[in-house]
């Protein structure tokens, strides 16, 4: 079945830190990929999305490349803030999915930025 | 706001107790999805409902059941409780299957069995 690896646990930087977050995943079919963030007390809410390889996806000063050689979909921010603080969860749709479109998480990533 | 509506937002109840958490998705939207969400876990996908009918299926237990009704909102049945049910349980809703990868969360219903 598919599946999405991604940093476990916490991230603890610093304000002003760069960052990444590593996301893998695999599957047999031709799949769209998302990260999602999650505020404390809030659902999940789409954070930025790539349809198909090496396209990039863009929010808030986040970035994630779409890279199917090496099957990832790591996310990156240059300086992190405060209020980026939250959960982060990178998930993927297989494209030839019978029409059934069921996002598939990765675990969930802690950020928590200190000031 | 997502525009989910989900109740209640918290519940207590025993073991071998049945609870009903309800969702009102967005308006217009006709899928509904529910996620179980624990500290070990992630999100769990449980089902997928599209206009009334039953869509896909996760890792739902046989102890648990969901339905869309005509008005599109959505229960989940969870019965024979076990304290290993102790979750978030989230409601999506997204306007079509969900082809475009975006769906829109409630605030969850906590559940806590003791």
């Known amino acids: 079945g598919d599946s999405v690896v991604q940093t476990e646990g916490q991230v603890l930087p610093s304000e002003g830190d760069s960052l990444i977050v590593n996301c893998s995943y695999e599957?047999?079919?031709?799949?769209?990929l998302f990260w999602y963030v999650q505020y404390p007390g809030e659902g999940p809410q789409l954070h930025l999305k790539?349809?198909?390889?090496?396209d990039k996806g863009r929010n808030k000063g986040f970035e994630a490349m779409y890279r199917k050689e090496t099957t990832s979909f790591h996310l990156e921010k240059d300086s992190v803030q405060e209020s980026d603080s939250a959960v982060y969860f990178c998930?993927?749709?297989?494209?030839?999915?019978?029409?059934?479109?069921?996002?598939?998480f990765g675990r969930g990533t802690s950020l928590i930025v200190h000031p | 706001d997502s525009g989910v509506t989900q109740t209640p937002k918290h519940l207590i109840t025993a073991t071998g107790q049945r609870v009903t958490l309800r969702c009102s998705p967005r308006?217009?939207?006709?899928?509904v999805y529910w996620y179980q969400q624990s500290l070990d876990q992630g999100l769990q996908f449980l089902i997928q409902?599209?206009?009334?009918?039953?869509?896909a299926k996760g890792n739902i237990l046989e102890r648990f059941s969901a339905q869309q009704f005509p008005d599109l909102h959505s229960e989940l049945n969870l019965s024979s409780l076990e304290l290993g049910d102790s979750a978030l349980y989230f409601c999506?809703?997204?306007?079509?299957?969900?082809?475009?990868?975006?769906?829109?969360f409630g605030e969850g219903s906590r559940l806590t069995v003791l």
């Open positions: 599957t047999t079919q031709y799949p769209s």
């Open positions: 998930a993927l749709i297989p494209n030839a999915s019978g029409g059934s479109y069921i996002p598939t």
């Open positions: 409902y599209y206009n009334g009918e039953e869509r």
């Open positions: 999506a809703s997204s306007a079509s299957g969900g082809s475009t990868g975006e769906l829109f």
């Open positions: 308006s217009g939207d006709l899928s």
């Open positions: 790539a349809m198909k390889a090496n």
